[in-house]
């Protein structure tokens, strides 16, 4: 056990709306065969998403607000919702009822038993064949609330009691959460690598008010911590996101934030992603920065499981 302390964290119960296989879609690790748990709560709501005006909550349109969620038994029958947060079931309360609830000893054996298949019988980071270690994504929701990152304290310690780890973890996070005693401790301790994907919301695109959304002191710390990360951006091609992202970016690097910087187009479906992803791509390859496709869109649909 990592310390006394934590036995309680072992014993709580923590929620998560899936855990799954598929490979990294976006950033720095794109295309490593990843198993993600993705943890139930997010302070933000990103309600702009695909509205025609992001910034005018009054002109929004919701299709997860009236989805009959009882028309559903699991998270992955739900839509890919358009408009808005295409994850708002990883927050709004009226899907919590089909959310799982388990022990992090629980979640870690999920994660094993979901990287099981012929290739791989006993669901090891440390692929037989290949000889290539798999990765580990925590994402959400917003995987560092407190809840997320005590649960994933408690995930490693049995991963690392079975002997069965990955060389790499991802936290997915909006970068607007302190970090915890607990948490910050046991990445000090580790020696694998935690990687800090940190995707800001930008006003422009997700309706989030900037000091809500931009914690440039907070990501720092996660700098600090870490030498491991990126800042992911998503943006369509107008002006207005652009200068509002450069600011944002002005911030980050104010404040030390030395990480490489990837842009990403908007939209949920693979449709709506290459109307403007070329003129997103030229925008971000001329100004020096790394563009993400958002693989998984254009694999699977971005369907939930993916």
Same mark, same amino acid.
């Given at each position: 056990m990592y310390n006394k302390s934590m036995d309680k964290v072992q014993e709580k119960k923590y929620y998560y709306s899936e855990i799954f296989h598929s490979i990294q879609g976006e950033g720095h690790y794109t295309g490593v065969p990843t198993a993600w748990i993705r943890f139930f709560l997010c302070n933000l709501q990103c309600n702009g998403f695909g509205q025609i005006d992001p910034t005018n909550p009054d002109t929004y349109e919701l299709p997860f607000e009236d989805f009959d969620v009882d028309s559903v038994k699991r998270v992955e029958d739900l839509p890919v919702w358009e408009k808005g947060c295409d994850s708002s079931y990883t927050w709004a309360k009226k899907f919590k009822g089909l959310m799982g609830h388990e022990t992090p000893t629980v979640l870690a054996n999920k994660l094993v038993d979901i990287m099981k298949n012929d290739n791989n019988p006993e669901g090891l980071f440390l692929h037989p064949i290949t000889k290539q270690r798999q990765h580990l994504c925590f994402t959400g929701g917003e995987p560092l609330m407190a809840t997320g990152q005590f649960a994933t304290v408690g995930i490693y310690e049995e991963l690392e009691r079975q002997g069965?780890?990955?060389?790499?973890?991802?936290? #997915?996070?909006?970068?607007? +959460?302190?970090?915890? /005693?607990? &948490?910050?401790? =046991? !990445?000090?301790?580790?020696?694998? /690598?935690?990687? &800090?994907?940190?995707?800001? %919301?930008?006003?422009?695109?997700?309706? /989030? +008010?900037?000091? %809500?959304?931009?914690?440039?002191?907070?990501?720092? $710390?996660?700098?600090?911590?870490?030498? &491991?990360? +990126?800042?992911?951006?998503?943006?369509?091609?107008?002006?207005?996101? =652009? $200068? $509002?992202? #450069?600011? !944002?970016?002005?911030? &980050?690097? %104010?404040?030390?934030?030395?990480w490489p910087v990837w842009v990403m187009p908007t939209g949920a479906r693979e449709e709506e992603q290459k109307e403007g992803a070329g003129k997103v791509a030229e925008k971000a390859f001329k100004r020096g920065y790394n563009v993400a496709a958002r693989v998984h869109v254009y694999l699977f649909g971005n369907a939930i499981g993916t």
């Open positions: 069965n780890l990955p060389s790499s973890m991802t936290f #997915e996070t909006n970068g607007t +959460q302190k970090i915890r /005693e607990p &948490f910050k401790e =046991w !990445v000090k301790r580790i020696k694998e /690598e935690v990687f &800090f994907s940190c995707s800001p %919301k930008l006003f422009t695109v997700s309706g /989030e +008010q900037g000091d %809500k959304a931009i914690k440039p002191e907070i990501v720092a $710390e996660y700098h600090d911590l870490s030498r &491991f990360g +990126q800042l992911k951006f998503v943006v369509g091609s107008n002006d207005r996101e =652009w $200068e $509002e992202m #450069e600011s !944002v970016i002005d911030r &980050f690097r %104010k404040a030390g934030v030395t």
